[in-house]
T-cell receptor, first 112, second 112 residues
C-alpha cells in the first residue's frame, strides 16, 4: 500500500531557482492538500484541492502555485525559490466522506 | 481567520508520569482532530471529536472536546517512551471551510 507518496524527499535549491514537488495518492481521494511545517509553527496550509481540475488558496499561498490535472496527483511549484521557503513540505489527502487525513512522508527543501 | 493555539509547546516528563496538552480555537469548531508526529516522521491521525463535551479514550489516551466546541485536550496516563513525539490538534471551522487549521503542536519528551 503506497498511500501518499511525495517526491523528491530532499532537495537543495539556489535562490531564484524553480522546482516542482510531486504528490501522488493511490486511494482515489477527492481532497488533497499541501502543508509546510516550520519549527514551532505547526502545519500551515499552502494550497488545497477538492477535486480534479480545482485548486484553492490556503493560509500561506504566496510564492507557490499548484495544479491538479489528474485526480491522483497534486503538484506544488516554486517559481522563484527564496530562503524563506526552506521548510518541510507535507502533502495529504482524504476522501470526501472520510475524516482521516493521510500524510505523505514529507519533502525537505533547503533554499540557499 | 481561524486560529488554533496549543499549549504547552514542550513538555519533558519522567516515564510513568501523566501528560496533558490543551488546544484552543478562536472560533467555534465543527470538529477537532488529533495527530501524532514522531521525530523525523509525518503526522498520523489519532482521533476525531465532533460532539460538544465528547470524551473518547484510546488505551492510555483520553481526548476531550469542550462544551462550547472551542477547546480540546489530550491526556496521556502513565507515559511510556513510545509516546515521544509532537501532538497536534487540528480544527475545522463551522463555516464550511474544507481544510483543517493546525495548532503549533506540543512536543513530548519522556525520560526513561
Amino acid at each position: 500500500n503506497a498511500g501518499v507518496t511525495q517526491t523528491p524527499k530532499f532537495r537543495v535549491l539556489k535562490t531564484g531557482q524553480s522546482m516542482t514537488l510531486l504528490c501522488a495518492q493511490d486511494m482515489n481521494h477527492e481532497y488533497m492538500y499541501w502543508y509546510r511545517q516550520d519549527p514551532g509553527m505547526g502545519l500551515r496550509l499552502i494550497h488545497y484541492s477538492v477535486g480534479e481540475g480545482t485548486t484553492a488558496k490556503g493560509e500561506v499561498p504566496d510564492g507557490y502555485n499548484v495544479s491538479r490535472l489528474k485526480k491522483q496527483n497534486f503538484l506544488l511549484g516554486l517559481e522563484s525559490a527564496a530562503p524563506s521557503q526552506t521548510s518541510v513540505y507535507f502533502c495529504a489527502s482524504r476522501d470526501s466522506s472520510g475524516n482521516t487525513i493521510y500524510f505523505g512522508e514529507g519533502s525537505w527543501l533547503t533554499v540557499v | 481567520g481561524q486560529q488554533v493555539m496549543q499549549i504547552p509547546q514542550y513538555q519533558h516528563v519522567q516515564e510513568g508520569e501523566d501528560f496533558t496538552t490543551y488546544c484552543n480555537s478562536s472560533t467555534t469548531l465543527s470538529n477537532i482532530q488529533w495527530y501524532k508526529q514522531r521525530p523525523g516522521g509525518h503526522p498520523v491521525f489519532l482521533i476525531q471529536l465532533v460532539k460538544s463535551g465528547e470524551v473518547k479514550k484510546q488505551k492510555r489516551l483520553t481526548f476531550q472536546f469542550g462544551e462550547a466546541k472551542k477547546n480540546s485536550s489530550l491526556h496521556i496516563t502513565a507515559t511510556q517512551t513510545t509516546d515521544v513525539g509532537t501532538y497536534f490538534c487540528a480544527g475545522r471551522g463551522d463555516t464550511g471551510r474544507r481544510a483543517l487549521t493546525f495548532g503549533s503542536g506540543t512536543r513530548l519528551q519522556v525520560q526513561p
